[in-house]
């Protein structure tokens, strides 16, 4: 079995940034890509950005010169680096990971359970 357990959520100013980390445990031969989502209210889980095991990352429109993906393959830990927060920006954020557990077998997609992001006043 594979866990991505996230950190780093919690409430914001306006302005402010918060650091996002996941760290993928368990039976692990390879994991790409690796990314984060986020669901706010009402809405439908979106795609915040995705970075690559060689390091290709892919951003949504609404975060690019904000944010910054990273990841530490060693440590199988993806980061999102999140500055100048808006209060649009308030969702549940989630992990995500392509995960393959042995050399030729099948990749699964594995979800975390979320951290809460909240920006406001």
């Known amino acids: 079995q594979v866990q991505l357990v996230e950190s780093g959520g919690g409430l914001v100013q306006p302005g402010g940034s918060l650091r996002l980390s996941c760290a993928a445990s368990g039976s692990i031969f390879s994991i790409n890509p690796m990314g984060w989502y986020r669901q706010a209210p009402g809405k439908e889980r979106e795609l915040v950005a995705t970075?690559?095991?060689?390091?290709?990352?892919n951003y949504a429109d609404s975060v690019k010169g904000r944010f910054t993906i990273s990841r530490d393959n060693a440590k199988n830990t993806v980061y999102l680096q999140m500055n100048s927060l808006k209060p649009e920006d308030t969702a549940v954020y989630y992990c995500?990971?392509?995960?393959?557990?042995?050399?030729?077998?099948?990749?699964?997609?594995?979800w975390g359970q979320g951290t809460q992001v909240t920006v406001s006043s």
């Open positions: 970075i690559t095991k060689g390091g290709s990352t």
């Open positions: 995500n990971a392509d995960v393959i557990r042995t050399y030729g077998g099948t990749w699964y997609h594995y």
